[in-house]
């Protein structure tokens, strides 16, 4: 039990330091260039059929779109006729409900 637990120890720190490790490859400038589009020299760079701004624009488009709420419906689903018409029922025939949850 102690190896498993110093073992889940050690995998923890030795994740967190490959994660800082991958932060400081990162570049810090996050303008509109793509970062592994920097690395490769320019002269590879003009090979591309699309530019990097375009490929964060296209980026950009796609998650808008997916994370919109334009197509759902929003609020709570509406109840079958059949509930509809038991609930009022339901009330008619204890009217105490009312008075007890205003």
């Given at each position: 039990?102690?190896?498993?637990r ?29 970062a ?6 320019r ?21 808008r ?38």
């Open positions: 039990m102690r190896t498993r110093l073992l889940l120890e050690g995998l923890s720190v030795a994740y967190w330091v490959v994660r800082r490790l991958f932060e400081l490859l990162i570049p810090f400038d996050r303008s509109e260039r793509a592994l589009g920097r690395l490769l020299p002269k590879r760079r003009r090979s591309f059929l699309v530019q990097p701004a375009t490929l964060l624009r296209w980026h950009r488009d796609l998650v779109r997916r994370w919109t709420d334009a197509g759902r419906r929003r609020g709570r689903p509406p109840l079958a006729s059949e509930m509809d018409e038991l609930i009022l029922r339901l009330a008619g025939e204890n009217p105490t409900w009312i008075e007890a949850h205003p």
